[in-house]
């Protein structure tokens, strides 16, 4: 058995321990320094980047332009390049960033993927560790039941643009299609404009993203009927949005965290982590602890996954091991932890070093 020793969390909180793992498993958590250990750090669960664009790595940075002229579909920069881009480079640069994910310690990440069925499927292929969730969109920016249908056969759900883009009734048609065959719905939903949240809500999204220009009714909405939000500060802040994380706090939503465009921002959750903390510095809350709930737990509740914040014996490996700064664990993981920072990844019996 190996060893890996320093501040632990666990459902408790954080302690001065050690865990022993095997075989894909946790086997022991304990008080204390472990004899040998083969890396001594800060003891987490792995991260979960809740919003992802990967493929849109391959856009070059336009500062000229503004959202609608990058992003909007269908005729916005990244949707012209996307359609026109070689599959084999599409491939290859979202494995880049997957990789570059597994190395920041990323074990799932759910990514809102444009293109139809050929590009589900061609996310598809980047498939590993850390684990994807597809969330497929159609061609168009309408419903036509046999194309949702086959996308659905690769894609772990839909992930639409704003409903500002689309004629209502398609949408509708578009969320109840893809929930009755079991699969999640989640939507862009206030990100340069306010739109509807009655209209939001009743297309029954298991997850809506951004939120930027939600009112405080909106957001108590959402958490009343336990839609979580995920947000994505850094790429929001590129365009001048800044995500009202103090007021979700307050509303009680159950907030995640994402990276959202690759041109944009590179997938990694530690930096996310530091920007919404100082983000919330700035909004007035003191304490950022709860940045660790968004990176750590908030995600995986949003997959059904049912596990405490901590590391528990009898568990799989799904864990990292982050350089210690001295400091207090939570504190230091937000806001003074970097991409060089993580020491060691073990997801199951597959273990990695850091940033490299």
Request: glycine fraction near 10%; proline fraction near 5%; hydrophobic fraction near 40%.
């Amino acid at each position: 058995m190996r060893y890996a020793s320093g501040k632990v969390l666990t459902p408790e909180g954080f302690i001065d321990g050690h865990i022993g793992f095997d075989s894909g498993y946790i086997q022991e958590v304990g008080k204390g320094k472990a004899k040998d250990p083969v890396v001594q750090g800060v003891i987490t669960p792995t991260l979960v980047n809740a919003h992802t664009h990967l493929a849109d790595y391959i856009v070059p940075m336009d500062l000229s332009m503004s959202l609608e002229e990058l992003v909007a579909p269908p005729k916005g920069l990244k949707h012209r390049m996307l359609e026109e881009a070689n599959d084999d480079i599409l491939v290859k640069s979202m494995i880049k960033m997957a990789n570059l994910m597994r190395q920041r310690g990323i074990s799932r990440y759910i990514d809102f993927r444009e293109g139809g069925l050929r590009g589900a499927k061609l996310l598809s292929l980047s498939k590993g560790k850390p684990g994807v969730v597809i969330m497929g969109r159609p061609q168009g920016l309408s419903f036509d039941k046999e194309e949702i249908d086959t996308l659905l056969r690769v894609a772990d759900g839909v992930g639409a643009s704003s409903l500002s883009d689309w004629d209502y009734s398609q949408l509708l048609a578009l969320a109840e299609f893809t929930k009755s065959k079991g699969k999640r719905f989640g939507i862009h939903v206030s990100e340069r404009e306010r739109e509807d949240i009655d209209k939001v809500l009743d297309l029954k999204p298991d997850f809506v993203v951004h939120m930027n220009k939600a009112t405080s009714g909106d957001l108590e909405a959402c958490a009343t009927q336990g839609v979580p939000i995920v947000v994505c500060p850094r790429s929001n802040l590129f365009f001048g949005c800044e995500t009202p994380l103090a007021e979700m706090l307050k509303a009680g939503a159950s907030i995640c965290l994402g990276t959202d465009n690759g041109m944009l921002c590179l997938p990694d959750v530690l930096l996310e982590m530091e920007f919404a903390g100082r983000l919330l510095r700035k909004q007035g809350v003191k304490d950022v602890s709860s940045v660790l709930d968004m990176a750590i737990i908030n995600g995986r509740k949003l997959l059904n996954e049912t596990i405490s914040i901590g590391i528990e014996p009898g568990t799989p490996c799904d864990f990292m091991v982050t350089r210690s700064h001295n400091g207090n664990p939570s504190t230091d993981l937000v806001l003074r932890s970097s991409s060089i920072d993580p020491l060691m990844v073990c997801m199951g019996k597959e273990i990695w070093s850091g940033a490299q």
